[in-house]
């Protein structure tokens, strides 16, 4: 955030590495400092960022004895552990964000803590961050080219939410996910008979205990294909959400899915037919895949519910559109976005082959666990309101219907799929869809995730 100091509304303080005896308006007890972790060296260095800026993280406080910490992790997976440092230290992070100078950093802090080592003590955390990978700097960049390049190396994405999510055994898993079936048959909709060939579904991406019929429902739409399981090869292209991808608006990934019922091969040639029209952008951030469940779980219930039937997998993960609402754009007028549609369905024209689309998204998360008051009747009513205003317009075909749906309300109820179903209609362009399901999973702590189930041909 940039800063003005005259208008502060109140004298700040901001605690520094370093920082020994308390200045004169402070008192001891009220002087902790930024506690580095163990083994962290403050060395002299000269290729700090001018404008330094944090990366893309995540911060929780947590409490350990007496003492407040600021736990950090890594979303991208290029640090291997958190990284924890003193609560104090949040106050001069949230500075780094590119606007602010070092030297506009330093005589900050040497004015709020009138200590005329404010320069040093900035420059050795600044540095420290640096070193610890935290900073969008040339230093992460190169780290983070490494990893990405071991990384896409890998044939085969272990799954990452096995033995978590979902049993690690295959027995287990199977008479888990075969429950869900089961409850899944019992889901009936009053709807007209099914396309013989969906063209697309949408499904959830929610934890299995919760949604797992809801999952379920939809690929039992698969089984109206005359021929199943001995049909022909079937393609599956699966527009999942990017929990963890920053700065971006897609991943690719060429790896096969591992599952406990065996692999679920993923269409490289597919694959690699759309990422020569994306170019290096493709790659990007395809470590966001490493550890993201929305397509692992799809890929999941595929495999056991069709284990003789020959499909393969195109996983792409798409981020959200918050950015165009600040911007005050739409995704038409978006290239990157673009370019992944038409590269989608340019792809899919010259291959052919059986193809259906999948969106695993969730619908709207709201409630006191995402910062919100406890929910009422009421709120709950407007929740289901604003979701099947979207969902009609999705059910129709309109991915410009469902963008503006949400858009129109700022996406006040933070729906987890935005993007992702945006690019699976636009991508498969089907006719009119059919609602299979649509429920609100509600948590005992006055919060809810609302999920659904759709089918088109």
Request: with cysteine; proline share 7%.
């Amino acid at each position: 955030m940039p800063i003005d100091p005259p208008s502060r509304s109140r004298p700040g303080r901001i605690i520094v590495p370093g920082a020994g005896a308390p200045t004169d308006d402070v008192e001891a007890s009220e002087a902790p400092r930024i506690v580095l972790p163990p083994g962290a060296t403050r060395e002299e260095s000269d290729d700090l960022p001018e404008y330094p800026r944090l990366r893309p993280l995540e911060m929780i406080p947590i409490r350990e004895g007496d003492r407040d910490y600021l736990l950090v992790t890594d979303p991208t997976g290029v640090l291997s552990s958190p990284v924890a440092l003193g609560l104090e230290a949040l106050e001069l992070m949230q500075l780094l964000d590119g606007s602010v100078s070092l030297n506009e950093l330093s005589t900050l802090v040497a004015r709020e803590s009138k200590d005329i080592r404010a320069a040093r003590f900035v420059r050795d955390f600044v540095a420290q961050l640096d070193r610890l990978l935290l900073l969008d700097s040339p230093r992460y960049e190169e780290a983070f080219a490494q990893v990405r390049k071991a990384y896409h190396a890998l044939e085969i994405r272990p799954a990452a939410l096995e033995g978590v999510s979902y049993p690690a055994d295959p027995r287990e898993a199977g008479t888990l996910l075969g429950r869900h079936f089961e409850e899944a048959q019992k889901l009936h909709d009053g709807g007209p008979s099914a396309a013989v060939k969906p063209r697309a579904l949408l499904v959830p991406h929610l934890d299995l205990r919760r949604a797992g019929k809801a999952i379920a429902r939809g690929y039992l739409e698969l089984e109206r294909d005359p021929g199943a399981p001995s049909a022909g090869s079937l393609r599956v292209i699966v527009f999942g959400v990017g929990h963890a991808l920053f700065g971006d608006w897609f991943a690719l990934t060429r790896k096969h899915f591992e599952t406990p019922f065996g692999k679920l091969p993923c269409d490289t040639a597919f694959v690699d037919a759309v990422a020569s029209r994306l170019g290096d952008q493709a790659w990007r951030s395809e470590l966001a895949h490493r550890d993201e469940h929305s397509i692992e779980f799809q890929a999941l219930y595929v495999r056991h519910r069709f284990p003789d039937r020959a499909m393969t997998l195109v996983p792409i993960l798409c981020g959200g559109f918050h950015a165009l609402l600040d911007q005050g754009r739409g995704p038409r007028e978006t290239e990157p976005i673009e370019n992944l549609i038409q590269a989608v369905r340019d792809t899919e024209r010259d291959m052919g082959g059986d193809t259906v689309y999948v969106a695993s998204v969730d619908l709207s998360h709201v409630g006191t666990r995402f910062g919100d008051p406890a929910l009422d009747d009421r709120t709950h009513g407007e929740v289901e309101d604003k979701d099947r205003t979207a969902l009609e317009a999705a059910r129709r075909g309109d991915a410009d219907g469902w963008h503006a749906a949400i858009a129109s309300h700022q996406d006040s109820t933070r729906i987890c799929g935005w993007g992702a179903t945006y690019a699976m209609l636009r991508c498969a362009e089907p006719g009119e869809g059919r609602l299979l399901h649509y429920e609100q999973s509600r948590e005992n702590n006055g919060s809810l995730v609302s999920v659904a189930t759709l089918v088109w041909p």
